[in-house]
Structure formats: structure tokens, C-alpha cells
């Protein structure tokens, strides 16, 4: 075990990305709950919801209320899913710590997910990095499809490296790296890594495993291996990783 980091750091996204697919509606005390007993187990990082349009995703209404309700617990951050400059202001008005955006390496995703090609997506965020810089925000960027995507297949590492720098130049801090379909592989994990290293240090990169075929733990590892220390994780697993509007 002396190849991987001696620690790890956890980003939590259950309360988000676990329960964004869910079918029933999921009372808004309930994933207060969640959330609380996310922090009472020890997790210091926790995305707890998304200011999305509702219409798009109904499972994620009422994220205003979790960040108002939440019993906060110090050096806890609470972290919200902003899709523009309106879903930063709501994330805002309720006090959230961070704010993270999202885009993929894969055109066909954007273009079916959020309805715009991969540069229009991170010219759509402009304005939020902005504003968050001068709050004193800060900025997490998700980039899905790292390894395959469900319009196009294989990805390119080199568009996944491309995608990554334009967010870490524009003031990301920290950028997840998404297999959104699980279709990644210790191999196609370190093809993508060898490129996306080359253009940032490890420590700013954070890696988000989809267990779809089973192969989440074996893609952490893999990163593990090559210095990639945080690792996205959701209590809630979702087994239906359909395409779906924001999805990351
Ligand atoms: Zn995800």
C-alpha cells in the first residue's frame, strides 16, 4: 500500500448526486437528516443540494430549505450545484460555503444535458466564477465523461486535460473528474490521468467513480496510485445513471 497516498480526502455528494435520480419524492426533513448525520459521521465536506430549475429536477426542490435548516457544524462545509448565475444567487442568499459548476469533456453530453457545446457551458459560468471570486467563494468544477460517454463512446484524454485547464485557469480550486457512466477501467483511468497530470499537480485534482459495472473502487485505487487524493462519494448510490439533465 506505500504507493497511494497515506490520506485521503472525502467529498460527499450523496445528498446531491445520490439522490438527484431518485424516483420518489424525498421529503426535504429527510435529507435535513441526511445531512446531519453526514456531518455527525465525521464527513467535513458535504454537497447538500443544487439550485437547479426544479421543472428539470424536481428531486432536488427545496435545496433553500436544507441550507437554511441544517444544523451546521463548525469546519463543515456545505456545498451547492449551481447550473448559472441564478442558481449561484439562490446558493448564496442561503449560505453556502462553495459552489460548484459543471460541464463535460464530451460534446454530445453537453449539448443533450445542458443544451450547449462544451466552451458555451464554461462561458455560461463566467460570470459565476467572477462573482464568486470577489465573495470569496470558492469554486469546485465538475468535468463529466472523463473516460466514455453514452452519445459518443470513447473519450480522448487530451479533451479531458483541455476542459480541465480552461476551468482551473479561470479560478477553479479543485477539479472532480467524472466517469458519469462507470464505463472506466484502471486502464482508461490512467490514459486519462497521464494527460489531465500534465496539466495540473495532483493535488488539485479529485476523482468521481460511478459504480455502474463495479469498477468504482478498482478506478479509485487507480488514481490512489498516481497521487489523486480526494475522492467524490455518495452514501446514496444511484443504480440509474440515465443521461439526465445535470448529470454529473
Ligand atoms: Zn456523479
Redesign the pocket.
Known amino acids: 500500500m506505500s504507493d497511494i497516498p497515506a490520506k485521503a480526502r472525502i467529498v460527499e455528494?450523496g445528498p446531491r448526486?445520490g439522490l438527484q435520480n431518485e424516483k420518489q419524492v424525498i421529503e426535504t426533513s429527510v435529507k435535513i437528516e441526511l445531512v446531519e448525520r453526514l456531518s455527525n459521521a465525521g464527513l467535513s465536506y458535504i454537497e447538500a443540494g443544487s439550485f437547479v430549475n426544479p421543472k428539470w429536477v424536481p428531486q432536488m426542490a427545496g435545496s433553500e430549505a436544507i441550507f437554511e435548516q441544517v444544523k451546521r457544524q463548525e469546519g463543515v462545509k456545505y456545498v451547492a450545484l449551481v447550473p448559472n448565475m441564478a442558481g449561484y444567487e439562490r446558493a448564496i442568499s442561503v449560505q453556502a460555503d462553495e459552489v460548484s459548476i459543471f460541464t463535460a469533456a464530451s460534446e454530445s453530453f453537453n449539448k443533450k444535458n445542458i443544451n450547449c457545446s462544451i466552451d458555451e457551458s464554461i462561458e455560461r459560468f463566467l460570470p459565476v466564477i467572477e462573482a464568486a471570486k470577489a465573495a470569496n467563494i470558492p469554486v469546485r468544477g465538475?468535468v463529466?465523461c472523463i473516460v466514455g460517454c453514452p452519445y459518443e463512446g470513447h473519450i480522448e484524454p487530451s479533451a479531458v486535460a483541455t476542459v480541465s485547464k480552461k476551468l482551473i485557469d479561470l479560478g477553479c480550486y479543485e477539479i472532480s473528474l467524472?466517469d458519469?457512466i462507470g464505463v472506466g477501467t484502471p486502464g482508461s483511468m490512467n490514459k486519462m490521468l497521464d494527460a489531465v497530470l500534465d496539466i495540473s499537480p495532483a493535488e488539485k485534482l479529485a476523482v468521481?467513480c460511478?459504480d455502474t459495472y463495479g469498477q468504482a473502487l478498482a478506478n479509485i485505487y487507480a488514481s490512489l496510485q498516481r497521487g489523486v487524493s480526494i475522492i467524490?462519494s455518495?452514501v446514496v448510490i444511484?443504480d440509474d445513471?440515465a443521461c439526465r439533465w445535470v448529470?454529473?
Open positions: 455528494v448526486d465538475y463529466s467524472g458519469t468521481h460511478h467524490d455518495s444511484q445513471v448529470d454529473v
